[in-house]
């Protein structure tokens, strides 16, 4: 086992994980954000935009969202993000996790809207608020608290997800599933070495569903 | 209250339908079992490996699938008794290990960390890791032109370890299967496509590809592709070495080779037909 480790940057793969899991999330809170503000604002055109927007890349497997990145946007249309191909294949990474993601997030945002009682939207319109003031100051605050659960699943499964980036990302600076697949070519496939990974994992993902449901706790509006 | 009766008893339908499926399905493979018990053969080959192991509906072909079909006639089965069974490069030594298949016929090159799993007959074929280029490129002719090329292969596969190794730098895409470089070679995104020269043969053969697509020729290095078996079967091992020594002999690996890469132009490399080891 102890070879694995020496022969292996097992550690800095998992570095890769978390990067890639950092920006992904960042991206699709932003994003997220932008569309769930679309689902509830009061234009038709947007509501429909954002609905189509959650039901299309919620629907999409990931994995169809990471090749088509490659094959369908760089290959083909020329959307090359580097000359370097394997930072192409990062920021491309990057895109589909957030890109996928944010479907998720939109969805989560909503429904912590929909906690808020509908006198308080009333009440912001009726003191003068225009609609983007009272989601900034009154509705949106609400909503992340309300959604900290889950917000905090979504980021959970957005950790694991970056496995499927290894359908695109190679094996030069690999995220922990390429790493794996390298091990796996080299020394045969392994019990023992599937279970570091998988404990890799749970490092990552448990204290922060701890953190996730002690937050969804503290940070809940009192009603 | 009506349609949710109606739908109740469509789902209970559904499942009902599902498990007759699955007990279906069982019944056969318990069938197919009984029938050829013991006098059957199980042999792993690749499925998606055009010009080596390749399964189209209920027929295979390819050149692993022509030695595997050699070497279990003289073993003494004929080709109705072969049960093909998929054997994916990641799995190979755990089948052999498991018993899931008796001997794997699948571009399994012969290794060291291998060997200490799984024991290997032959060579019955040397192949090298090599380049396939659009058949108008003229500007790549060997290893050494790759520098500012962009070029692809599979994730973590020895034939990208194996380039990083010899090209400093090298712009390398990485996709889960090589079929899936093609479309990007052909389309000019990327230049080269990467790995042993028998695969990237069989796909240049393929109609799709036929006339589009060129081998170069230069192997940068070795593959002994053998026949892996059990660990300690030597008894096994010896009938398929002299299998092997007699296809070599008798010219069926010619006629294999030339059904099999004839269409790309490819020649095996030097080395070949190769003699195959003696078991230890």
């Known amino acids: 086992m102890g070879d694995v480790f020496e022969n292996y940057d097992i550690i800095g793969a998992f570095w890769v994980t978390i990067q890639l899991s950092a920006l992904g999330a960042l991206g699709a809170l932003v994003i997220g954000t932008i569309v769930a503000v679309m689902r509830v604002s009061p234009v038709q055109v947007l509501r429909i935009l954002g609905a189509a927007y959650v039901n299309i890349f919620r629907n999409t497997p990931l994995t169809l969202l990471m090749f088509f990145s490659i094959a369908g946007m760089a290959f083909i249309l020329g959307l090359m993000l580097s000359d370097d191909l394997s930072t192409n294949a990062y920021r491309w990474a990057v895109i589909a996790l957030a890109v996928y993601h944010a479907g998720f997030v939109a969805e989560a945002l909503r429904s912590g ?16 608020l225009t609609f983007g003031q009272s989601m900034r100051e009154v509705l949106l ?6 959604a900290i659960a889950p917000l905090g699943s979504t980021l959970i499964a957005l950790i694991k997800n970056t496995t499927v980036a290894a359908v695109i990302l190679g094996t030069s600076n690999p995220e922990a599933a390429g790493m794996l697949q390298v091990i796996t070519e080299n020394e045969g496939a392994s019990l023992p070495t599937f279970g570091l990974f998988a404990i890799g994992f749970v490092i990552l993902t448990l204290p922060l569903g701890v953190l996730f449901t002690r937050l969804s706790q503290q940070l809940a509006v009192k009603r | 209250m ?13 499942v009902v339908l599902g498990l007759a499926a699955c007990g279906g399905s069982d019944d056969g493979d318990g069938d197919g079992g009984g029938d050829s018990g013991g006098d059957s053969v199980k042999i792993g080959i690749k499925f998606d490996q055009p010009g080596l192991g390749l399964k189209e509906g209920s027929s295979y072909s390819g050149f692993d699938v022509d030695v ?33 298949v008796d001997f794997i016929v699948a571009t399994y090159s012969i290794t060291d960390t291998r060997k200490e799993k799984v024991d290997f007959a032959g060579p019955y074929f040397i192949a090298g890791q090599d380049l396939l280029v659009r058949a108008d490129d003229s500007s790549i002719s060997s290893v050494d032109d790759l520098s500012g090329k962009k070029l692809c292969s599979v994730t973590g596969s020895t034939s990208a370890q194996n380039v ?20 990007a070679l052909v389309g000019k995104a990327i ?24 081998v170069v020729g230069q192997p940068f290095s070795v593959e002994n592709y053998g026949i892996g078996l059990k660990k300690g079967d030597t008894e096994l091992c010896t009938k398929i070495t002299d ?38």
């Open chain 2, 243 to 280: 299998a092997i020594t007699s296809m070599i002999e008798d010219g069926s690996w010619d006629k294999f080779v030339a059904a099999n890469f004839g269409e790309s132009g490819f020649q095996p490399g030097e080395g070949n037909p190769p003699t195959p080891a003696a078991c230890s």
């Open chain 2, 164 to 183: 990083k190794d010899k090209v400093p730098g090298v712009n390398l895409q990485e996709f889960k299967t090589y079929s899936e470089c093609l479309p």
């Open chain 2, 2 to 14: 009506k349609t949710r009766r109606i739908a109740a008893a469509a789902i209970s339908a559904a």
């Open chain 1, 141 to 146: 605050p609400q909503a992340f608290r309300g």
């Open chain 2, 191 to 214: 230049d080269a496509v990467t790995t042993d020269d028998t695969i990237l043969a069989g796909y240049a053969s393929q109609a799709a590809y036929k006339g589009k697509l060129k």
């Open chain 2, 68 to 100: 595997a079909t050699y070497v279990a006639e003289k073993l003494g089965y004929d080709a109705d008794d072969i049960e093909w069974i998929q054997s994916p490069s990641a799995q190979r030594e755990t089948m052999i290990e498991t018993g899931q």
């Open chain 1, 113 to 128: 809207v929909n906690t808020i009682p509908a006198g308080q939207a009333e009440a912001a319109r009726a003191i003068g």
